[in-house]
């Protein structure tokens, strides 16, 4: 099995979106390059059809493109998810996929990773 070329760490604020209503929690997505090499990073995030990528209509898919790491450094992105009438309590899970892109421009790392975004009703 490869050596990873970079770890991707996430973390949500608030903690948790709240159900039946309009609101939005802020995704970071931390990128560290381990490898030796800086590289370009951009990270593709897929999430559930009741929550979205935009406050005023249904994106369920996108691209961050997070920025050059070099050797040794640790960028962020940030996005938010917007909940909306139809959003309901539940555990939903989002798909990330992070890119390393090296000098040449082809894809020289990849990782997935799967991470989930608590939906409550308030006073529950």
């Known amino acids: 099995m490869a050596i990873p070329a970079f770890r991707i760490s996430t973390r949500f604020h608030p903690i948790r979106l709240t159900a039946f209503m309009r609101n939005n929690v802020e995704l970071s997505i931390e990128v560290e390059n381990v490898s030796k090499e800086a590289l370009w990073t951009e990270c593709d995030v897929t999430i559930p059809e009741a929550i979205s990528l935009a406050p ?24 938010k998810v917007y909940a909306n009438a139809s959003s309901y309590p539940d555990n939903y899970t989002l798909k990330l996929t992070a890119f390393g892109f090296g000098r040449d421009g082809a894809i020289s790392s990849r990782e997935d990773k799967n991470i989930d975004l608590r939906c409550e009703q308030l006073g529950r």
């Open 56 to 79: 005023d209509r249904a994106l369920h898919r996108g691209r961050l493109r997070i920025g050059i790491v070099n050797p040794g450094e640790i960028l962020t992105g940030k996005c």
